[in-house]
């Protein structure tokens, strides 16, 4: 048996003794922030009974970011692995629900990450997707190609952003041709957005020099805009386009119109999740739920603390659906 984090509750007592031993420290505020937080975002894992039996009837589609979720948060963007226990959970449930991951990174980067044929991709913050079928939706055609993948399978690709495609090679010449002179920043090309990854940069004084450095290379690009994640500079082009959009655009190409059938599930830690919780919001039942450890803001419902918690949530959900079969 591999380890299996205690649930949230198991967390709050634990958090409750804390805090009657460190009066006057600093600590107390976190904790009591955090436990009267996750009063309002209470544990997955808590309210698992609870959310199935409202899933029960209904057919569970599963959306996943990737990094900070199913993958821990590391100093270098290219060792952000997954481990095999998560690779076999996230299997399994995709034998059981529609699964896609919707990402930041490039779709290509993600699916080399994940390495499971059973899922759909949505990569660029959902502004790349590839779906066997693609919509029938005139405004999605416009941005629709047929393909043929690595296996010979038809799919269709969905790029609503690719007129700015030669702009961001253009913005990506110039980022490397200045701000890696930071000692420690990273680009990370993801196709229709870019990172600016500065984890690695040593000191607050150098990302504030990083951070301007960018701020000036996109004064003249105003059809693009900045927004941070974490220890990220994200550079994404203005299109009324987000994870939330992917979640509508991957649920109609999927067959689910219908939302009164269905329940979506998005577990996600990144701002840019915050989209696509609005939109499970928005659709009246589902469970919009976030990776955090942390008291924040957040459109989210549910909460998970890391992505331990994320595999023990995903083994039991898919133990979940065996137990109905
Ligand atoms: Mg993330």
Redesign the pocket.
């Known amino acids: 048996m591999g380890f299996e984090p205690q649930s949230s509750s198991a967390y709050s007592n634990l958090d409750s003794i804390l805090v009657s031993d460190l009066q006057d420290n600093e600590e107390e505020q976190i904790f009591c922030s955090y436990a009267s937080w996750l009063e309002k975002h209470p544990s997955a894992l808590d309210k698992f009974e609870e959310m199935m039996s409202i899933a029960k009837l209904k057919e569970v589609v599963v959306f996943l ?5 199913l993958s821990p ?1 590391v100093d270098d963007p290219d060792q952000a692995h997954m481990t095999d226990a998560m690779r076999t959970a996230v299997n399994e449930v995709a034998s059981f629900f529609p699964t896609a991951i919707v ?2 990174r490039s779709r290509k980067k993600v699916s080399e990450f994940v390495r499971l044929r059973n899922v759909y991709y949505a990569g660029s913050h959902g502004m790349d997707i590839s779906t066997p079928k693609g919509s029938s939706k005139t405004q999605d055609q416009k941005h629709q190609t047929k393909a043929v993948d690595e296996k010979g399978n038809q799919v269709v690709h969905f790029h609503p952003a690719e007129d700015f495609l030669p702009t961001l090679k253009e913005i990506i010449q110039v980022l490397k041709e200045n701000v890696l002179r930071v000692e420690g920043s990273k680009i990370e090309d993801n196709m229709f957005c870019i990172s600016v990854h500065y984890r690695l940069v040593k000191n607050e004084k150098e990302v504030g020099i990083l951070r301007k450095m960018v701020e000036s290379i996109m004064e003249a690009y105003p059809n693009f805009h900045i927004s941070g ?2 220890k990220v500079i994200e550079i994404r082009p203005n299109i009324s386009w987000d994870k939330g959009c992917a979640v509508q655009y991957l649920l109609g190409t999927l067959g689910f119109d219908n939302f009164e059938k269905i329940v979506p599930l998005y577990i ?3 701002t ?2 915050e989209d696509a919780f609005k939109v499970i919001r928005h659709i009246g039942q589902g469970f919009p739920i976030i ?1 955090s450890s942390k008291a924040k803001e957040t459109e989210a419902c549910y909460s998970l603390r890391d992505p331990d918690e994320v595999l023990f949530f995903l083994k039991r959900l898919a133990k979940w659906k065996k137990s109905l079969v």
Do not use: C, Q, R
Request: hydrophobic content about 10%; charged content about 40%; proline content about 0%.
């Open positions: 970011d990737y990094d900070g979720t948060i990402s930041g994640g974490k996600g830690d990144d840019t999740d990776v």
